[in-house]
Every structure is written in C-alpha cells, then in structure tokens.
C-alpha cells in the first residue's frame, strides 16, 4: 500500500512538473510568422480596393474614409504580431527556469512531506473510517437533540451532566465545561464528582496545565470527598506545575496506595510518579513504599508501546478485574469500575451485564451504609451512557 502511495505521489508530481515546464520551453508555434503576413497582405489588399471604389464613385468620400481607418487599424495590429517580444526573457534564462522546476519542484513536495507528513502512520481501511466518522455524526446528532431539549428544560440537571460528559467525548471541552456548570448551579447539594469532572474539562481546554478555576473546583470535589482519585491526582498536578514536586509526588505515592492494582488509569498514575521521582534526582522504587514500588517496577511504560500494544494492554488489566469480580463478586465498587471500563472499550452488553451486577450488590448493602448513595448516583450515571 505504501508503494502504492509514492507511485502515485511521483506521478502527480511529474504531472504538475510538466504543465509547468511545458510553457517554458515552447516556442513560437509552427506558421505563426507566415499567418501573420498572410494578414498584412489582406489588408493592403483591402486597402487598394477601398481606394479603387472611392475613385469609381461606389463609395463616398466619408464612407470610404471610415473604412481606411478600420482597415489601418487591424493593419498595425497585425503588424504588431508580427514583432519579437521584447519584454520576455532569453530563450537560455526560460529554459534554466524549466531545469531548476524539475530538480526544485520533486525535492521539495518529498522534503515537505517528510517534514510536515506522517510517512509512518499506519493505513486505515476505508470502511473503518467512515463507521468512526459515522459514529462521530451520530453522537452529534444525539448531542444536538440533548442540547435542544435541555433548552426546553433547563432544569434537568442530570440532562445537563450527560450533555458535558458527551461533548467532552466529542472533544468539545469549553462547552463540557459550560455544561458541568450549568449543572452545578442547579444542584442543591454538593457534587465532588461533578466538580472533580469540571475541573479535568478545564484542564484540557488549558492544554495541561491546571487553571486557579480548576483548581477550585478539584478543591470543591475535595472539600465534599477526600478520596476523590481524580481531584487528588490534579491537585498533586497543580502542586508540580507550580514547582512543589516534592509534595506533588508524596500526594501521587498515597494516591497510588489507595488505588487498586487493577484500576484502569493507574498506569498512567505510576507513570507519573516514576517521571517525578526521576526529575527529582529520586529512584522511584526507593521512594516509594513497598507496593507502589513494586509496581513501579513492574510496570510496562504505556506510552511507548503502539497503539494495538496499549489496546491489548488496557483489555488484559480489564480482563483481570472481570475474573477477580468472578471469585468476589460483593465489590459494587469494582463493578462499577468494570462497566465503566467496558463502555470505554465499546463493549456495551459486557458493560450493561457489569452493571446490573453493580446493581444488585448495592441493593445488597445496608439502606444506611455511607457509601450507598454514591454508588447509586455513579451507577445512574453510566446507566445513561449505555
């Protein structure tokens, strides 16, 4: 295919290289100089004619003035023909021009190429692109429906939190974060996981860098919820974009402890403390304690395998959680994060089985256990993805 490619790529250039050369090197055409004398003998021709029938009175005098002048003119732009062009360049200049449009024109469309292209990136049948640009339409097409009926009910807050989480799939981050505040307004309770969501939407909008409005929010989440992993991870961020990496990477190593082994974004996680400890002038495994160690350890650097790698990688940890809810099912929490995971990776039947399970070991749990209307609202909320 890459073959396939370049003869194609050096045929259209070869193409343009000769429209544009063609011009250079061609001369007057064949005959030019004899048709335009043909034209100069017409029109003297005409001219002894016009004379002849003014003097045998079939013309007047003004009529046959006024042909004169008519005739004359398209004489001398005849005449005008027929001269060199002078304001051109020398034959020998058109044709170093033409050479240096053959040597320039290749050389540089395969320079630019290499520089501006991406001659590595792997094909993509066509059929796989147009299901993703067709899938793109329809979460459009979804979110514009959402959008048009939440301007018929602006009250729905939970309209408003699916509307941000859908165009934060989109890529669409101001306007998720608009959404997620447009849904904090209306709650009359506190919403850490909605606060930690909009500060992650201002982040990205800010290309990384933690924003004092998202490190509001993250504060908002944490203030209502100390264990919210994503609040805690960004505002351990925040604390190292602001040069305090020492603390950062003491708040990413309890973090870590506190997550599960098999938590989808914990290799990201690790990956953050092994990078920290390094710029420190720390070995991660020594700063660590004996867990996070570990799996510092072991863990695989993620953002250097390709992108089947890193698929194949996420669905065996994914794997790996679904086997250890097979031998231990009474984690509601797990099975949560399960179906979570399995939405991520469009596979919604294993997701909606994931949940229903995630529903029954919460109907199991005490009515007055801490942690059962978290897990409620988390469970409603992926619910609505399916």
Known sequence: MSWLFWILAAALTALIAILLVRPLLKGPGPGRAAAGEEDLQVYRAQLREVDRDLERGVLAQSEAKAARLEIERRLLAADARQKPDRTGLPQGATRLMALALLIVLPLGTLGGYLWLGQPDLPGQPLAQRGEEVQEQRNI?????????????????????????????????????????????????????????????????????????????????????NPEDARARFYKALALNQRGESRAALERWIELAEATPQDA???????????????????????????????????????????????????????????????????????????????????????????????????????????????????????????
């Open 140 to 224: 459009a097409e979804m979110v514009q429906g959402l959008r048009t009926r939440l301007e018929n009910n602006p009250e729905d807050i939970q309209g408003w939190e699916m509307l941000g989480r859908s165009y934060g799939v989109l890529g669409r981050w101001e306007e998720a974060a608009d959404a997620y505040r447009k849904a904090l307004e209306l709650s009359e309770r506190p919403r850490p996981a909605l606060q930690s969501a909009l500060g992650e939407a201002l982040v990205t909008v800010n290309q990384g860098e933690v924003s004092p409005g998202a490190e509001r929010a993250f504060d908002a989440a944490l203030e209502e």
């Open 264 to 386: 989808g974004w914990r290799p990201m996680l690790m990956q953050q403390i092994a990078t920290t400890a390094q710029e420190l002038g720390l070995n991660p495994e020594e700063v660590a304690p004996d867990s996070t160690a570990e799996g510092l350890a072991n863990q695989p650097a993620i953002q250097d395998m390709d992108p089947e790698e890193q698929e194949a990688y996420i669905r065996s940890m994914v794997d790996g959680l679904a086997a250890r809810l097979q031998d231990d099912p009474r984690d509601p929490e797990g099975w949560l994060r399960l179906g979570q995971a399995r939405l991520v990776l469009n596979q919604y039947d294993a997701a909606a089985e994931a949940l229903e399970e995630a529903r029954q070991q919460i109907e199991q749990l005490p009515a007055d256990a801490p942690e059962r209307e978290s897990l409620q609202r988390a469970l409603e909320a992926l619910e609505q993805r399916l």
